[in-house]
């Protein structure tokens, strides 16, 4: 069983930066493969970034370029660090661990509200 819970979630003008932090417990996180969701209001739930358990990256096209996300396996953390956020970008964010390639199971976190002013 896997426990994740996200932060770095909050009100910031369009163009800043933030970064999105999922700490995870309960079992070791290196061998999931690490995603980061985000639904906003009125919306489904979409990819926006994960990240395999070698390191390997992909992106939605709507973050590529000023997004990028990291996995710290001795921490038990992955990150999302966004940059020159826009109103798009508005919605809450999930942290997803997906163990369908290896261990099994499949974990959510509570989610973060990221709120971008226009």
Request: net charge positive.
């Amino acid at each position: 069983q896997v426990q994740l819970v996200e932060s770095g979630g909050g009100l910031v003008q369009a163009g800043g930066s933030l970064r999105l932090s999922c700490l995870a417990s309960g079992s070791t996180v290196s061998s999931y493969t690490m995603a980061w969701y985000r639904q906003a209001p009125g919306k489904q739930r979409e990819l926006v970034a994960r990240i395999s358990t070698s390191g390997y990256a992909v992106y939605a096209d709507s973050v590529k370029g000023r997004s990028t996300i990291s996995r710290d396996n001795a921490k038990n953390t992955v990150s999302l660090q966004m940059n020159s956020l826009k109103s798009e970008d508005t919605g809450v964010y999930y942290c997803n661990a997906d163990g369908s390639w290896n261990v099994g199971g499949n974990y959510w976190g509570q989610g973060t509200q990221v709120t971008v002013s226009s």
